[in-house]
């Protein structure tokens, strides 16, 4: 019992399914790479006195509310044994649960013959107590003789041939995602925006609140600092934190800043975003960003983690890349990426030349509804943020 049985993985997120009984598999009811559908048996377990078993995301969730209490059973003889089984065996194809199972066979119901109310067609505990309590007992018909086929023993895998032929993969899960969210984009007429920013500053601020925050446990990188930077930039130029439908007839500004970060899982390109930043501190977006991290590492991302998202903001920085230019993700209208940060020459306001740290930025917006100009102002007060931090901290107040 607990036991995971599998994960399941859709579209927006990954979960695991434990068993919630206890015994042995004794069928797998697909093989790798089939896709499993909703409601329909995984395994088959074989549970002490109860027979076998189909276990289903359907069936966890009823026996989350009705789960069977031990109760004494007295000792029965080899051929009652064989006759409970084979019983319980021909109620397969009934949806319900073990506890029901076990007070139908306590009180001769055959499970087949009672009218399920629950979701599609399931027999609940309340539909049999009915027929206790009524006095009223279906009719058994013999059971059906059921022979048990072991699955066939898994043939052993031949090597691989280093010049080995071509290998078709289907695109599931985040990558199916991927692959409707980028032929989305492509739709969208964007243009791009680029520009230097020094971040001398804010290399020497990260500094010290890297290494404080870390005797606290809480990692802390730049990101958070670019986060909030960008949503104090938004709240100057609102329209880039909007939505547009898809016909382009309206445009819907947001009043929450749900900034999207792009990572790099197992799984694929994910983009969960940080909820409500305008109304977060630096700090608190660190531990949002550190949590989203984690859970995308481990594939256990939450579809409210995923969705609602309404600025992206992309960091090819910490693989090594410097330039890039990010595409966007509908509905939103805009997205802004990140190269890494370097040491360079640059000019001081002398004319001196002074070892200096910048980092580049590229911006990508929806030409439907955004100009160049726009976004070239909303990018300068990002700078301004970004050049000299202490300034946040005066729009912060």
Excluded at 170 to 182: D, E, H, I, Q, S
Aim: net charge neutral; hydrophobic share 35%.
């Amino acid at each position: 019992m607990g036991d995971p049985v599998c994960e399941v993985q859709s579209d927006k997120s990954s979960v695991v399914i434990y068993t919630p009984l206890s015994g042995v598999v004794r069928q797998l009811m697909y093989k790798p790479g089939d896709v499993a559908h909703k409601g329909k048996p995984l395994v088959m377990i074989d549970v002490e006195d109860e027979g076998t078993v189909q276990v289903d995301q359907g069936a966890q969730e009823d026996h989350a509310h009705t789960s069977p209490s031990p109760s004494p059973t007295p000792a029965a003889s080899d051929s009652e044994r064989s006759a409970a089984q084979s019983a319980s065996l021909s109620h397969d194809n009934v949806l319900t649960t073990p506890a029901v199972r076990r007070i139908a066979r306590e009180n001769s119901i055959d499970l087949r013959t009672v009218v399920g109310t629950g979701r599609d067609g399931r027999v609940l505990k309340e539909d049999v107590l009915k027929l206790v309590e009524g006095g009223l007992t279906a009719p058994s018909p013999p059971p059906p003789q059921v022979k048990y086929t072991p699955p066939p023993p898994p043939q052993p895998s031949s090597p691989t041939p280093s010049t080995g032929g071509d290998r078709v993969v289907p695109l599931k899960g985040f990558k199916a995602v991927m692959v409707r969210t980028m032929t989305a984009s492509g739709r969208v007429p964007q243009f791009g925006y680029s520009d230097e920013v020094e971040v001398s500053r804010l290399v020497e601020l990260q500094g010290v609140l890297k290494a404080e925050l870390g005797r606290k446990g809480i990692k802390f990188s730049y990101m958070p600092i670019f986060v909030k930077a960008l949503s104090l930039a938004l709240l100057q130029y609102p329209i880039l934190n909007s939505h547009v439908d898809e016909a382009c007839t309206t445009i819907t500004h947001k009043s929450c800043h749900n900034i999207g970060i792009a990572m790099d899982t197992p799984e694929g390109l994910i983009v969960p975003n940080i909820k409500g930043v305008e109304q977060k501190s630096v700090l608190e977006i660190a531990v949002d960003l550190n949590r989203l991290q984690e859970l995308g590492l481990k594939g256990q991302l939450l579809p409210s983690d995923i969705t609602g998202g309404t600025f992206s903001l992309s960091n090819i920085g910490n693989v090594g890349g410097t330039y890039l230019r990010p595409l966007l993700l509908p509905p939103e209208v805009a997205i802004g990426g990140l190269g890494k940060i370097q040491v360079l020459p640059r000019f001081d306001e002398n004319g001196n030349v002074t070892k200096a740290h910048v980092v580049r930025v590229n911006w990508s917006a929806d030409h439907r509804v955004i100009d160049g100009a726009t976004v070239a102002r909303f990018s300068n007060v990002w700078k301004s943020f970004v050049n000299n931090p202490a300034t946040m901290i005066v729009n912060m107040m």
